[in-house]
């Protein structure tokens, strides 16, 4: 596709229930990372794959977060026993291969909207 | 670490209007800086960037330049449109940190006909 693409768009769970939300980032694109954008604030990054790699995950919350990309394509966030602070917009964002200085521009996709009951 | 303070809005204007978005940041290293824009029910769009300092992003008739001794990269535009109401948010990346974004909270903008 064109862009990145995340599913589900709009998640309601109830507490305690796991959720599984999809990214599919631009083809070719080398690196992904996790945004998690709380109510009225900027995203705050969860974590980076470079391939299939997750060479960061220092701002997962919390052990219940967990994400891979086992092919290095797509990539998977699980939430186990959400709670009702999970509620946010979750961003997936993927970037071409790094070229020499600067930093890359990120393409974000659409987000899911996950609301914990 | 790395951080971005922004404007607090919300902000209304009038079409026609000049719209200037306050943006100060903290890093270590050489950041490049961002702003990005969210319209209503739409995803994150990569608005302007600059990478190095006096570098001047330009997009859409807004601007922003990277001003290294004031840790500053401020946008404006000189005549906004009612299409131009949306959250702006401001970002950098690189530096110590070489690939992830740091977001100010984000400036809502609505620009009234």
């Known amino acids: 596709g064109a862009g990145v693409s995340q599913s589900p768009r709009y998640k309601v769970a109830k507490r305690g229930q796991d959720v599984a939300l999809r990214c599919d980032p631009i083809s070719g694109h080398v690196s992904l990372f996790w945004y998690q954008q709380a109510l009225g604030q900027g995203p705050e990054f969860l974590t980076y794959?470079?391939?299939?790699?997750?060479?960061?995950k220092s701002g997962l919350p919390s052990d219940r977060f967990f994400a891979e990309r086992p092919e290095g394509s797509v990539s998977t966030l699980k939430i186990q026993r959400t709670q009702q602070e999970d509620s946010a917009v979750y961003l997936c964002?993927?970037?071409?291969?790094?070229?020499?200085?600067?930093?890359?521009?990120?393409?974000f996709g659409p987000g899911t909207r996950l609301l914990v009951l | 670490g790395n951080s971005v303070t922004q404007m607090e809005g919300p902000v209304t204007l009038s079409e026609e209007a000049f719209l200037t978005i306050n943006c100060t940041y903290t890093a270590t290293g050489y950041p490049s800086l961002f702003w990005y824009v969210q319209y209503p029910g739409e995803g994150l769009q990569l608005l302007l960037k600059?990478?190095?300092?006096?570098d001047k992003g330009s997009n859409k008739g807004f601007e922003a330049t990277y001003r290294k001794e004031t840790t500053s990269f401020h946008l404006e535009k000189g005549s906004v449109q009612v299409s131009d109401s949306a959250v702006y948010f401001c970002a950098l990346g690189g530096g110590s940190n070489d690939y992830k974004l740091s977001f100010g909270a984000g400036t809502t903008v609505t620009v009234r006909a």
């Open positions: 794959f470079q391939n299939e790699a997750q060479l960061d």
């Open positions: 600059a990478t190095k300092a006096d």
């Open positions: 964002a993927s970037v071409q291969p790094w070229s020499s200085g600067g930093q890359e521009t990120q393409y």
